[in-house]
């Protein structure tokens, strides 16, 4: 890059006012953005569009100013739907995107609420495999249950190592 780049002739200036680009426009171009010559001469300035009509409508809605221009300016919106279009509610939109990163279905969830199965019973289930139906059906063994079990496992165990033992001696 040399220093002459930035350098803006008269002919320059001349050439870019035959554009419609204003010389401070063309200097803001080259020596801030850094544009080359070329293009910031010959590039036109956008068209601004002007909403003072749409101010007052906007403010109306509950539309400030400052998210009326960024609309129209960033997001390319027309006037008139950048005026009238509600903001958006953040709970609402906290729903939705609850929603959308949902891993189960919401149908099987209140499903195991109505069955009184808890959430995070219902979560293990799925995570260990079990069909969505009977994860929000089957109701959680009580701990009498658990405790029976737990109570054949303990003999199933005694007797495969009995046998175990047996055979090895044997």
Same mark, same amino acid.
């Given at each position: 890059?040399?220093?002459? *780049?930035?350098?803006i002739t008269p002919d320059e200036y001349e050439t870019a006012?035959?554009? +419609?680009?204003?010389?401070?426009?063309?200097?803001?171009?080259?020596?801030?953005?850094?544009?080359?010559?070329?293009?910031?001469?010959q590039t036109p300035p956008h068209a601004k569009k002007s909403i003072k009509d749409w101010v007052e409508m906007a403010e109306s809605n509950g539309i400030c100013y400052s998210t009326l221009r960024y609309r129209i300016n960033r997001l390319g919106w027309e006037p008139e739907r950048a005026a009238t279009q509600p903001l958006q509610d953040r709970a609402c939109m906290a729903k939705y995107a609850s929603e959308c990163s949902r891993k189960?279905?919401?149908?099987?969830?209140?499903?195991?609420?109505?069955? +009184?199965?808890?959430?995070?019973?219902?979560?293990?289930?799925?995570?260990? +495999?079990? *069909?969505?139906?009977?994860?929000a059906t089957r109701a959680p063994m009580t701990s009498s249950e658990i405790g029976l079990l737990t109570k054949e496992k303990r003999h199933f165990k005694r007797l495969f190592l009995k046998k175990k033992g047996a055979v090895a001696n044997g």
């Open positions: 890059m040399n220093v002459y *780049d930035f350098y006012k035959e554009n +419609g680009v204003s010389p401070k426009l063309l200097e803001i171009r080259v020596r801030r953005l850094a544009w080359n010559k070329e293009r910031a001469i189960y279905a919401a149908s099987y969830q209140r499903l195991a609420e109505k069955n +009184g199965i808890p959430e995070r019973t219902y979560h293990r289930r799925m995570k260990n +495999g079990w *069909d969505p139906q009977v994860a």
